[in-house]
């Protein structure tokens, strides 16, 4: 029988949290995982390769090995565990992108100065940053680039999980409101072939979106709409999606963009909002912490089934269900009133 550590010692690992994610973040920028695809290598082998000093780099992996991310054997050669495999750049569900994203420098700045926000309910990276996060995106590159592939790599493990948990076969238009790349559409678009699509984006990402599009074969059936989803969306599609949208924007914003989705929907249309839905109470769960991040980001929040029923009911619609996905992702469901 395995004896319940003391509460000092729980907290201490809790507070050594932020030394594991950076750890996975630096194996995850020098494809650590990848370069183990192919079979056990020491950290000799690994940072000859990766152009780093061997011995810091073992010790890197010692530690996310000590969390069972990755594993060493007695030859102190390393091995892909598990919970490395996200970590593999061209897996399906791939988070190396996102372990990249969550563990940069304007990352750490902005939550090192999680007091301003608590103190003040605004976004501390528009004070550490002196803009909002996603103008700061337009003017430094690399970390427009970090986020984008972050965003990318996540919308790819919950498009996967969407797609195996609703039936998409009596829609015949589907729009989907601010959905980047495309990939969760042009999915959809792939597995149900009488579906037409409309991706809604900002210019430049609506742009961007073109590659992916054509890639996947589905241009014939995608037509791309650049606007501002604040202002309107495309007229009479059967479902609107929201995936990872309403999370970002406070409730009056939200409240905005549901009911102009409410007003340009086919008869009998949906609304699909795709976020974390926040237990009630005590219950653990990633989105509560998630919504800290949004707290230092964002003028957004992650949000209860009952917070989402209200946002729905002030923009003309009624919260008919909330169905899980085999990821941290639920899938909520809304029709007009």
């Not at 241009?219 to 990872?244: M, N, Q, T, W």
């Not at 249309?269 to 109470?281: D, F, N, R, T, Y």
Request: hydrophobic share 40%; net charge negative.
């Amino acid at each position: 029988m395995t004896q319940e550590l003391p509460p000092p010692v729980q907290l201490m690992q809790m507070l050594f949290g932020l030394t594991t994610s950076r750890a996975i973040g630096v194996a995850a920028e020098l494809c650590i995982a990848d370069r183990l695809k192919d079979g056990p290598k020491s950290a000799e082998e690994l940072a000859a390769q990766a152009g780093v000093h061997a011995r810091s780099l073992y010790r890197v992996l010692r530690a996310c090995a000590s969390v069972d991310v990755f594993s060493e054997d007695k030859e102190k050669k390393f091995s892909l565990t598990p919970l490395a495999e996200p970590l593999l750049s061209d897996t399906s569900g791939s988070l190396r992108a996102f372990a990249v994203m969550f563990t940069t420098d304007w990352q750490f700045q902005t939550w090192a100065d999680l007091p301003y926000s608590v103190k003040t309910g605004k976004p501390a990276f528009d004070k550490v940053f002196g803009m909002p996060m996603f103008e700061y995106f337009w003017k430094n590159q690399k970390a427009g680039k970090e986020f984008n592939e972050a965003m990318t790599s996540n919308s790819a493990f919950a498009s996967e999980a969407v797609l195996t948990s609703y039936d998409f076969s009596t829609a015949s238009k589907v729009i989907d409101v601010g959905g980047g790349h495309g990939i969760l559409l042009a999915s959809a678009l792939k597995k149900y072939p009488h579906l037409q699509g409309i991706l809604f984006e900002v210019p430049a990402v609506a742009e961007e979106a073109k590659g992916l599009i054509d890639a996947d074969g589905v241009a014939d059936r995608c037509e791309r709409i650049s606007g501002d989803f604040i202002e309107s969306v495309p007229a009479r599609g059967d479902i609107y999606i929201l995936k990872h949208i309403i999370h970002d924007w406070n409730d009056e914003q939200c409240i905005t963009i549901l009911a102009n989705c409410r007003k340009g929907m086919a008869s009998g249309g949906k609304v699909l909002v795709i976020e974390m839905v926040l237990p009630e109470g005590n219950e653990p769960s990633i989105g509560k912490l998630l919504d800290l991040e949004m707290l230092l980001f964002l003028p957004g929040c992650e949000r209860t089934e009952a917070e989402y029923r209200a946002l729905f009911d002030k923009a003309g619609l009624e919260l008919c269900r909330v169905l899980p996905t085999p990821s941290p992702f639920s899938i909520i469901e809304g029709a007009s009133k």
